[in-house]
């Protein structure tokens, strides 16, 4: 069984500090399922929080790969909450944010 692969981004989008996670089930094949995650940064960068729709399901966007999904999410997040200020970076390996137990942050959908 292949391993999910895993790409993870940072963002900020008017004043909010963002971080996408992708999670693809096969990187190697043509047309593999791609699907990103969004979260709001929290606590000085160490925690993370769910965004969610407006009846708190998590927002999750599926694509053929792993970029399509990074867009999708930015898109998403820059219509929430404006635009793109900062560049995206890498997520330090060294630093792997802790989940937020708190409810996830409700969006518009």
């Known amino acids: 069984m292949t391993k999910p692969a ?8 008017g004043s909010t500090h963002c971080y996408v996670a992708v999670r693809t ?18 606590e000085g960068g160490q925690a993370l929080r769910r965004i969610a729709n407006t009846r708190g399901v998590p927002r999750t966007f599926d694509a053929d790969d792993a970029d399509e999904a990074f867009a999708l999410a930015a898109l998403y997040l820059e219509r929430q909450f404006g635009p793109l200020r900062d560049a995206t970076i890498p997520v330090p390996e060294h630093r792997p944010a802790r989940p937020v137990r708190d409810p996830p942050l409700r969006g518009a959908d």
């Open 6 to 13: 895993r790409r993870e981004r940072e963002f900020t989008f």
């Open 25 to 42: 089930t096969t990187p190697s094949a043509p047309g593999a399922t791609a699907i990103a995650d969004v979260f709001i940064v929290e």
